[in-house]
């Protein structure tokens, strides 16, 4: 599965970004996507998830500030990131799969992500 996220910067607290993932994957009626994020000696962790059908689930530290959507027909998950706040500095990954996969973010490969900084 070919990932290319994109959409990172610096931005000062309180801004906003938008993060794209450009995969063919996401146009599969089976396929879940994820986005998630990882800082230097810390594992990756998922920050939202959406299934096939468009539900989505979030972690507790961006609920409320994150939203992630997707477009099937431009083989995009997008992650709007709003509020952003210092600790949201991280590289951020997407991937797409089985939703149990996403959830677990148990993949055999990732994409190149994206570095996300947040100043005060």
């Known amino acids: 599965v070919q990932l290319q996220a994109s959409g990172g910067g610096l931005m000062q607290a309180g801004g906003s970004l938008r993060l794209s993932c450009t995969t063919s994957?996401?146009?599969?009626?089976?396929?879940?996507g994820g986005w998630y994020r990882q800082t230097p000696g810390n594992q990756r962790e998922l920050v939202a998830s959406i299934t096939a059908v468009g539900s989505t689930n979030y972690a507790t530290s961006v609920k409320g500030r994150f939203a992630i959507s997707r477009d099937n027909a431009r083989n995009t998950l997008y992650l709007q990131m709003n509020s952003l706040k210092p600790e949201d500095t991280a590289v951020y990954y997407c991937?797409?799969?089985?939703?149990?996969?996403?959830?677990?973010?148990?993949?055999?490969?990732w994409g190149q992500g994206t570095q996300v900084t947040v100043s005060s």
């Open positions: 991937n797409v799969g089985p939703l149990r996969t996403v959830l677990s973010g148990a993949f055999g490969s």
């Open positions: 994957a996401i146009n599969s009626k089976l396929n879940a």
